[in-house]
């Protein structure tokens, strides 16, 4: 049982570069989501998803696309990197978000730098 | 909209002294509420959360939190802190109902020696 996995944990993109963070949750969770975090702004969630073939956006989905084709896994697409992108991302899942009792468990985090 | 605000960014204590980590959340329908960890370099850990019972409900690491319903608020206390401890805590909320986990802005705990 991994758990969340994301990779990668470190990339360095270029202005304009396109790039996909990968998710993936091996626990069978119905939720999915994607947060970035900025100092002194804790955590903004970017994009969730509810179930396979259903997305909703967060807070901050600006310059970001996700997917949900299968259960287990959960990209989020950077068209056109911009260094305001400039983050740590985290991917999160859960059974259902909503339901009481539910842990969401999160994935170690991606570095990413926009020069 | 639901927010929380965590009224203290940083957080400077001595060892083995008591701490008390600030949460206030706005919303006015029932909630869910959480306190997480991360350690430098690392994912979110759940210290602990309040779903409904007791409002006083007791984590890992010897950490608490109490939920005060007419304040709105949803502290973190531990009676004696360590250098393991240095970290920054979240705390954050979920609308009864919802899908979406609303996280505070931080608070860095510093320990001293």
């Known amino acids: 049982n991994a758990g969340v996995t994301q990779t990668p944990k470190f990339q360095v993109l270029k202005t304009g570069q396109s790039m996909t963070l990968q998710c993936a949750q091996d626990m069978n969770h119905e939720y999915m989501s994607w947060y970035r975090q900025d100092p002194g702004m804790g955590l903004r969630l970017i994009h969730y998803s509810v179930g396979a073939g259903i997305t909703d956006q967060g807070e901050v989905p600006n310059g970001y696309n996700v997917s949900r084709s299968t259960t287990e896994d959960f990209p989020l697409r950077l068209l056109s990197a911009a260094p305001s992108q400039t983050s740590v991302y985290f991917c999160a899942s859960s059974y259902s978000l909503s339901l009481s009792g539910n842990t969401i468990y999160f994935g170690e985090g991606s570095w990413l730098t926009v020069v | 909209a639901q927010s929380v605000t965590q009224l203290d960014s940083q957080v400077p204590v001595f060892e083995e002294a008591p701490v008390e980590l600030r949460c206030n959340y706005s919303s006015s329908v029932s909630v869910y509420l959480f306190w997480y960890v991360q350690y430098p370099n690392q994912g979110l850990q759940l210290l602990l959360k309040y779903l409904s019972g007791s409002t006083l409900v007791k984590g890992i690491n010897g950490f608490e939190a109490e939920f005060n319903k007419s304040q709105t608020s949803f502290h973190l206390r531990k009676p004696s802190v360590h250098i393991s401890d240095t970290a920054e805590y979240f705390c954050?909320?979920?609308?009864?109902?919802?899908?979406?986990?609303?996280f505070g802005q931080g608070t860095r705990l510093t320990i001293n020696p």
């Open positions: 954050a909320v979920i609308i009864q109902g919802a899908q979406k986990l609303v």
